[in-house]
Nanobody, 115 residues
Framework: QVQLVESGGGLVQPGGSLRLSCAASGIIFSIYTMRWYRQAPGKERELVAIISGNGSPDYTDSVKGRFTISRDNAKNTVYLQMNSLKPEDTAVYYC?????????WGQGTQVTVSS
């Protein structure tokens, strides 16, 4: 059974940093593209960052230069380093992969950016 478990969310002041982690189990992690999504209250879920199995990253425009996605295939874990956080980054952040063609999600971790 595939499981994705996020951690690392919390409350941070504007300009601060957080690092999210997503631990995967039940898959050959290294061959899967991994994604971070977020969903703010009243808004649709949006793709934030994506990383291929060989480590090639891409980002939505609003986080470029501030967020970094990375992966450690030995630990079956993907990370999202978030710097220079803004109040508009407040959302529940979800880890995602497509397993056998079906989207698989973690439970999400809340990130709140507020003074």
């Amino acid at each position: 059974q595939v499981q994705l478990v996020e951690s690392g969310g919390g409350l941070v002041q504007p300009g601060g940093s957080l690092r999210l982690s997503c631990a995967a189990s039940g898959i050959i992690f290294s061959i899967y593209t991994m994604r971070w999504y977020r969903q703010a209250p009243g808004k649709e879920r949006e793709l934030v960052a994506i990383i291929s199995g060989n480590g090639s990253p891409d980002y939505t425009d609003s986080v470029k230069g501030r967020f970094t996605i990375s992966r450690d295939n030995a630990k079956n874990t993907v990370y999202l380093q978030m710097n220079s956080l803004k109040p508009e980054d407040t959302a529940v952040y979800y880890c995602n992969t497509n397993y056998r063609g079906r989207p698989t999600w973690g439970q999400g971790t809340q990130v709140t950016v507020s003074s």
